[in-house]
């Protein structure tokens, strides 16, 4: 999504200025309003500066700490790595890490400054991050959700065939294509351009406006679209989920266990608790955005929600980014692997820590060795003692 301030500008172009911009058919009314946007924004940006601030910072921060805690207890584990269903969860990590290190924090210094410092170049790769920021990681849920209905039909049985294993990677894939090559040239193509006047302001707050046809195209491709599929197949996939049971039920310990029934009923209850995690927290943003678009249809700007409104509904949309991720640390092979690297980190700590404390108080250091190094040492020894024997 676009900031707040993006959408509010399309919004008010579309009701005050009909037609292209140039500085030959721009009237003294128009001429006005560029030249008094400024002190608008400025407005906008003083009077809820402080809550931009701290809740940019929260969400960044949080959104940063939850990503990369999950993306290193997936990788650390090699049974997790070899699953096809957590990397989808690695490219949610990745879609998380962008709004932590680049979105938010960016959308919040543009506020806070007024202005945007970080060269043209660097805009155009914020502004492409900021509108495919639900388009991507809700196309991942939706292959994600396809994925498990798949896994639920069959039962449980395990994907070894390669057809299998070639629609999972086409659902892997899937949605980085989806934005690459659908998303990031509509929205370079459908850049608007009105001239020296409008240009001004693009390249001083970094405003990627969309032309009128394409900003419609979008917004239903990248938000409207890809959480009404989302609220579709999370009802779906639950009540695939509720019919199956029974059928599981019948089957024998041994079958159920044969078929990996537990895991594949908790990855797919999962994937629907994570999803409606996603759709409610940017679901007020999205009731936001169709308000305007509503509004501009009508040309009634009475009827535009306030600008606290839009502040706080895209804060909750950055919320979604860390806090869709916390369900899955309740799968049990996630839960297993997140306890093993916390212990092995807090054993390694407390070796150094041992290790150094050792030193500074000139007490003699003891190497502790693991089983499998004791176990070579002691064929080792045994060789030795056989050779020796023979000699």
């Not at 000139?362 to 060795?369: A, H, K, Q, S, Y």
Request: glycine share 4%; charged share 20%; proline share 3%.
């Amino acid at each position: 999504m676009a900031t707040t301030a993006d959408y509010t500008f399309t919004a008010n172009i579309t009701v005050n200025v009909t037609g292209n911009l140039t500085d030959s058919n721009v009237t003294g009314r128009r001429r006005f309003y560029f030249r008094n946007y400024k002190h608008e924004y400025d407005l906008i940006s003083d009077r809820y500066k402080n809550g931009i601030i701290t809740a940019g910072s929260l969400n960044a921060s949080f959104a940063i700490a939850v990503n990369l805690i999950l993306l290193v207890t997936i990788l650390s584990n090699r049974a997790l790595r070899r699953s096809m269903f957590y990397w989808n969860i690695i490219s949610l990590c990745i879609c998380g890490l962008f709004s932590g290190f680049i979105i938010v924090p960016f959308t919040t210094n543009k506020f806070h400054l007024e202005k945007w410092l970080h060269g043209g170049e660097f805009c155009q790769v914020f502004a492409l991050l900021d509108y495919t920021q639900v388009a991507l990681p809700g196309t991942i849920f939706i292959c994600m959700q396809i994925d498990r209905f798949i896994k639920l039909r069959m039962r449980g049985r395990p994907t070894i065939n390669l057809g299998c294993r070639i629609v999972q990677t086409i659902l892997f894939v899937f949605p980085w294509l989806f934005i690459l090559v659908v998303c990031v040239p509509l929205l370079v193509v459908g850049k608007s351009d009105y001239g020296r006047i409008f240009q001004r302001f693009q390249e001083e707050y970094c405003f990627h406006i969309l032309k009128r046809e394409y900003y419609k195209i979008l917004l239903y491709m990248m938000l409207f679209g890809p959480i009404s599929l989302l609220i579709v197949f999370s009802i779906v996939s639950f009540i695939n989920l509720k019919l199956t049971e029974s059928k599981w039920k019948r089957m024998s310990e041994a079958e159920s266990k044969s078929r990996d029934l537990d895991s594949t009923r908790s990855t797919s209850k999962t994937t629907i608790i994570a999803t409606v995690i996603f759709v409610l927290f940017w679901l007020p943003f999205v009731g936001t955005l169709l308000t305007i678009q509503i509004c501009s249809t009508l040309r009634k700007r009475g009827c535009f929600p306030k600008e606290i409104v839009y502040l706080a509904s895209y804060s909750c949309g950055a919320m979604a980014s860390y806090m869709r991720q916390i369900p899955w640390f309740l799968l049990p092979d996630m839960r297993a692997s997140a306890t093993e690297l916390a212990q092995n980190t807090s054993s390694g700590i407390m070796r150094k820590v041992n290790v150094v404390r050792k030193y500074i108080s000139n007490e003699p250091l003891i190497v502790e060795w693991s089983s499998k190094q004791t176990e070579i040492m002691q064929e080792k020894t045994e060789n030795l003692d056989s050779d020796t024997k023979r000699i």
